[in-house]
């Protein structure tokens, strides 16, 4: 049985794959061109994506900038006939001025959480660029499309639900994180999928609906496509290949996390997220760590109460020095087992789910 494509209001993805973003710098241009040219939606992250540039210490904004162009065009390069998303953080302080930028470039979609993205129709209105929030909820997808509905008379063209098995910054209290009863992926994915529907129907158009957080084979994809979803988002899986923008100690540790290994933080910008406890999160964790200058890159990031500069332990970690930086995992990354080439894991995973719905 054939996967299904995803249908991106005039674009076409064969394979029902978006290569989630993780930053900074871990999913740049190498890693989603890869993803794109094998059918999938390739992701740039868009957070801090000028940390090469070498005034970045000094001039973040404008390296920024130049580095997110930089970006784009070395996907569009490598990848001319895939398509390109860059995935942007609400609660970026450049949020507008990059996401500006990255439709001047051309770019395919953005992709957008980590708060509301609002203003994201008026952004974009008048080019090409595809629209999709990132939500954790059916109350959060109904509060974006209706706004974007009222005040912009347009609708998303794709939308993303994240559940609380993500990698990375989560949109869940700590509470819920901790607590017995998780919501499950599919159970948030039917909300979104029944919330999605009326705007589809007003705006006389498919609104693909993607399920990401924990999808690790096949067989999870298969199960969400079966459930409704158009696709899947998944991140942990690709930081294991060949053409992850990582340092290969970042992925190496990815290869040696066991599951005991896997904590949930306290972010400095607030928010609860998904990380290896190594030696880093050990110990800012007791004593913290000292912030010297700030790349004032979060709206939720104070300097002088933050335990540690998350920039910093960013790129610390993608640039292979691991055992001071921060590495964000997805809840299986203990099952990764080898580093392949993109290629090798987008036919393994279409085998596994065309061989699992087959089956129904």
Not at 16 to 43: C, D, K, T, Y
Not at 78 to 84: E, M, R, S, T, V
Not at 221 to 244: H, K, L, Y
């Amino acid at each position: 049985m054939n996967l299904p494509q995803i249908k991106l209001n005039g674009l076409t993805a064969a394979v029902p794959i978006v290569q989630g973003a993780m930053g900074i710098g871990v999913s740049g241009a190498r890693l989603a061109a890869a993803v794109a040219n094998e059918g999938g939606i390739g992701m740039i992250s868009g957070v801090n994506v000028g940390y090469r540039e070498p005034d970045f210490s000094t001039h973040t904004s404008e390296a920024n900038s130049r580095g997110l162009v930089s970006e784009i065009r070395k996907a569009r390069k490598l990848a001319p006939k895939g398509i390109i998303g860059l995935n942007l953080l609400v609660a970026m302080n450049q949020y507008s001025e990059l996401a500006k930028a990255a439709v001047d470039e051309g770019i395919d979609l953005i992709v957008s959480g980590a708060g509301l993205p609002l203003k994201l129709p008026e952004i974009v209105k008048g080019s090409k660029t595809r629209i999709a929030p990132i939500v954790s909820s059916g109350k959060a997808a109904e509060i974006i499309l209706k706004y974007w509905d009222r005040h912009f008379n347009t609708t998303a063209d794709m939308v993303v639900v994240e559940g609380t098995e993500a990698g990375g910054h989560l949109g869940y209290s700590p509470e819920i994180l901790a607590g017995p009863e998780k919501p499950k992926l599919l159970d948030t994915l039917k909300e979104v999928l029944e919330t999605v529907k009326p705007f589809g129907e007003k705006f006389k158009r498919h609104i693909p609906v993607i399920a990401g957080g924990g999808i690790f084979n096949g067989s999870d994809i298969a199960e969400c496509i079966r459930d409704g979803a158009d696709g899947v988002q998944m991140a942990t899986r690709f930081v294991a290949t060949d053409e992850c923008d990582a340092d290969r100690a970042y992925k190496e540790a990815y290869l040696s996390a066991r599951e005991e290994d896997i904590v949930i933080i306290k972010s400095p910008v607030g928010m609860p997220g998904r990380a290896l406890n190594n030696a880093f999160i050990k110990r800012v964790t007791k004593c913290g760590d000292d912030i010297k200058g700030c790349f004032s890159c979060l709206k939720g990031c104070n300097p002088k109460v933050a335990p540690y500069c998350i920039s910093k332990a960013l790129i610390n970690a993608v640039t292979g020095k691991v055992d001071d930086g921060l590495i964000f995992v997805g809840s299986n990354v203990h099952r990764v087992k080898k580093i392949v080439p993109v290629r090798e894991l987008i036919a393994e995973l279409k085998n596994e789910a065309e061989a699992s719905l087959a089956l129904y």
